[in-house]
């Protein structure tokens, strides 16, 4: 926080302050949508009528922020950034299989100009045909994938979801859309509703980059001999190297849509659309993530890179509540920074302003994600007593069947009914105090 010379506002505004700190360490978790909310340090005051620095960041008018959903997961899914995400961008796009009008926000279908014969035949396309003859009001509760987005187990999708099938044929049609209904932007970044970004430090990244250069830019995934951006983790294009990659699809469509058919992941084609149209991906993790804010490697170095340093984008896999906190989280730092030249946050910000103040107190219904198993228990104390006498340990958990998990890597974790989780809050605080100084780790390029 700014110092400054304190007056009356400044006095009333610690007041306050304290005030939502005591209501926050006397709160008891509660449940939205099913799943454990993570406790606010703040209480929500970002109404609708409430006037968002977001909106106001620099190169956000040259942005175009473009989220892709479905109509499986489109009521769980996305609300959520309706009321919190798409408020800071003032040009977005929203594609799913199905054209409707959802909550005032127009919905494009992605699926549009896939050839008609593939549409009326492909297996693919069974749950995009029953959607255009009865609507999401006739999808089945089994056809609906609530508000968690985890892959199928050994897999990094969900391959037999009829959602997930359909959703590869997405990918391409949506670039060539989105430049068809903004010409003129400098940056396009494609999201899905179960990821996050960081939008100040995501318009940092874009502002120390030339956008008149073809960029393909996300957190680097491999099929095959394609490289190519995690489509979850999300991504973002300059203006040229879509330019480029619309030009060759439209020139080669029917070709395009027999590779679609034949693949499984439609993050893939379209990083291998780029590839062949001259633009190569950007390695870009650890600055954008491909995993959930509750299952950060720290200590993690990889590509050259120390996640610790780095600025931090994106995340994936987060469930409607986690992605509300997010928000609210960033609409107050951009408010308490907002003379600040920038709003830059790195992972070590994330750990100290949003990790360290939510474990506190052990939970109840919660997974810190521990896994060494250290035996049978009778209590979460005695798993309590088994951590603090072990010197590498910093968080424990008591999981269904009286099993204590203790780890030595600092991670929030996530929601996980009959799971009681704790953290040693001094040696939580003392991994960041004693953290590997950051030398000058900026931008990937």
């Not at 069974?126 to 999401?136: A, M, N």
Request: charged share 20%; with cysteine; glycine share 6%.
């Amino acid at each position: 926080m700014l110092l400054g010379q304190w007056n009356r506002a400044a006095v009333a505004a610690f007041a306050a302050f304290l005030l939502i700190s005591s209501a926050y360490l006397s709160a008891q978790r509660h449940s939205v949508n099913g799943n454990l909310r993570l406790p606010p340090l703040v209480s929500p005051k970002h109404s609708s009528a409430t006037r968002l620095p977001c909106r106001e960041l620099s190169g956000a008018d040259d942005t175009v922020v473009v989220l892709k959903t479905g109509s499986t997961e489109l009521q769980d899914k996305l609300p959520v950034h309706l009321r919190t995400t798409l408020r800071c961008y003032p040009n977005r796009l929203i594609f799913s299989d199905l054209a409707e009008q959802y909550r005032g926000e127009r919905i494009l279908d992605a699926l549009e100009e896939v050839d008609p014969m593939i549409k009326a035949s492909h297996q693919d396309f069974v749950l995009y045909r029953q959607l255009q003859t009865s609507g999401r009001a006739a999808l089945h509760i089994d056809q609906l994938s609530g508000p968690a987005s985890l892959p199928e187990e050994g897999t990094s999708g969900k391959l037999t979801n009829p959602g997930w099938k359909l959703d590869k044929w997405k990918f391409l049609p949506m670039i060539r859309r989105t430049l068809e209904e903004y010409p003129d932007k400098q940056w396009y970044v494609f999201l899905e509703t179960d990821t996050y970004i960081m939008w100040g430090t995501l318009l940092a990244y874009l502002a120390a980059l030339d956008s008149s250069k073809p960029y393909y830019i996300g957190s680097q995934s491999q099929i095959g001999d394609v490289i190519f951006a995690h489509g979850g983790s999300g991504f973002v294009a300059s203006r040229s190297a879509i330019a480029s990659a619309v030009a060759h699809y439209a020139e080669n469509k029917a070709e395009w849509e027999k590779f679609t058919a034949a693949h499984w992941a439609g993050d893939c084609v379209l990083g291998k659309l780029f590839k062949d149209s001259g633009t190569s991906l950007t390695w870009a993790w650890p600055i954008w993530q491909g995993d959930q804010i509750g299952n950060m490697e720290y200590a993690r170095v990889s590509y050259g890179h120390t996640l610790w340093c780095c600025p931090t984008v994106s995340y994936h896999h987060l469930n409607p509540s986690v992605i509300d906190d997010l928000w609210n989280f960033e609409q107050d730092w951009f408010s308490e920074h907002r003379e600040n030249s920038s709003l830059l946050l790195r992972h070590r910000d994330i750990y100290a302003k949003f990790i360290l103040p939510r474990i506190l107190d052990p939970r109840q219904d919660w997974n810190n994600l521990a896994d060494d198993d250290r035996g049978s228990v009778s209590s979460l104390d005695e798993c309590r007593a088994i951590c603090q006498n072990d010197f590498s340990c910093v968080q424990y958990s008591l999981v269904g069947n009286g099993r204590c998990l203790t780890t030595s890597d600092p991670k929030l974790g996530e929601t996980s009914p009959g799971v009681r989780s704790g953290w040693l809050f001094e040696r939580m605080q003392e991994f960041y105090d004693k953290a590997k100084p950051c030398g000058k780790e900026e931008w990937i390029m």
